[in-house]
């Protein structure tokens, strides 16, 4: 599916559009540091959570239930940790 349709098919659910999510987009340093320094520390077994996922998939949990979400920062936290380990 290309970016296109993909957009499109998120626009009719009322979802972010990929540019607006920075779909491919590495996080940044400060990104990582909480990734490794915040989020990490909480999750069970951080090196296999961490080594069963993609970066794609790793990227778009952070952006999804850090960046992107609208809850508290314990809040949002706490749904990223859960994500993860999922």
Request: aromatic share 4%; charged share 30%; hydrophobic share 45%.
């Amino acid at each position: 599916m290309s970016i296109a349709e993909d957009d499109a098919r998120l626009a009719a659910l009322g979802l972010p559009l990929n540019a607006e999510m920075q779909e491919g987009v590495p996080l940044s340093d400060a990104d990582e540091a909480y990734v490794r320094d915040v989020i990490s520390p909480r999750l069970a077994d951080a090196a296999a959570t961490m080594a069963a996922l993609d970066e794609t998939s790793r990227v778009r949990i952070y952006r999804g239930m850090i960046t992107n979400n609208r809850g508290s920062p314990d809040e949002r936290l706490a749904e990223a940790v859960e994500v993860y380990e999922r």
